[in-house]
């Protein structure tokens, strides 16, 4: 009962609130981004097949919208209730969103579950992320203590952008990784702490590798072994005339052999 009082109070004075708004430039703000963010879920995951679907079964969608209207109240000056809501929100969808960060519009969060994102966030357009993501501060920082997303980013399920780092635009961050520097635009990173693997479309950190032409050892020993027999052979031939017609007739043994064998080897490459 005193959760549902707590709930109904803040409703009711963040509805209040709205009413008493003097700027209405900010409900319009705010209705044409919770329109950007349902389109960013039909456009992003194949699995929404309608609207209503995307308005009644995604709780990264209700968790935005509800972020939206606890940030426009919190821009207000009004004390105490956004953070009430926030808290509501917290309970209901399982995410967590203070009041105070900013979020552009297009912001997707998938699954939802888990989600947590501090009060200094700053979140650019056509944002993605993932159930279990924490977008935090170190402990360590005071003032702006949490990261500031540009717009395009990706963040994979799981991952970790901790404290007042800057993740540029159409980066993605792998899932599970530890993000605690700043991250190129145009890159991909992953791993625990996380390093740039990819930016401008090269990879980084590693020689690229041809991994479908690998060099084979064993076929190259092979070949040599297979080559050296038959200058042995042919030196016999020269060595002893009378046995060439038998020296002969074991090479095409030989060769029809080994031809099965390197076509057996070939079979399994391809």
């Known amino acids: 009962m005193g959760l549902l009082k707590k709930t109904g109070a803040a409703l009711a004075a963040g509805g209040a ?30 699995a929404a097949a309608n609207i209503v679907e995307a308005l009644t079964c995604y709780s990264g969608l209700h968790a935005v919208m509800m972020h939206r209207v ?28 203070h009041p105070a960060a900013r979020i552009g ?7 939802g579950a888990g989600v947590v994102i501090g ?10 992320i993932y159930q279990g993501v924490t977008l935090g501060g170190t402990g360590k920082e005071t003032g702006k ?3 500031t997303l540009k717009d395009n980013v990706t963040i994979g399920a799981g991952a970790k952008v901790l404290g007042s780092v800057t993740v540029g635009e159409n980066a993605k961050i792998g899932a599970g990784s530890i993000v605690i520097h700043d991250v190129p635009a ?14 401008q479309g090269r990879k980084v950190g590693a020689a690229d590798v041809d991994w479908t032409h690998l060099p084979d050892p064993v076929a190259d020993a092979m070949r040599s072994l297979v080559s050296r027999l038959v200058e042995l052979e042919n030196e016999m031939k020269e060595a002893f005339p009378e046995m060439k017609e038998r020296i002969e007739q074991g090479q095409e043994e030989g060769e029809r052999e080994l031809d099965k064998v390197f076509d057996y080897y070939q079979g399994l490459e391809e």
Do not use: C, K
Request: aromatic share 4%; net charge negative; proline share 7%.
């Open 145 to 147: 203590r949490h990261p």
């Open 70 to 97: 606890a940030h426009m109240l919190y821009e207000q000056n009004l004390p105490v209730v956004p953070r009430i809501l926030s808290q509501v929100n917290r309970f209901v969808t399982g995410i967590e969103i």
């Open 186 to 199: 145009d890159s991909t990173v992953v791993g625990n702490p996380g390093r740039p693997v990819r930016e």
């Open 105 to 111: 519009e297009g912001f997707f969060i998938d699954h």
């Open 17 to 46: 609130a709205l009413l008493a708004l003097r700027e209405r430039e900010h409900l319009g703000e705010t209705a044409r981004a919770i329109r950007r963010d349902i389109a960013a879920i039909q456009e992003r995951d194949p």
């Open 119 to 128: 009060e200094t966030t700053e979140v650019g357009n056509n944002v993605t």
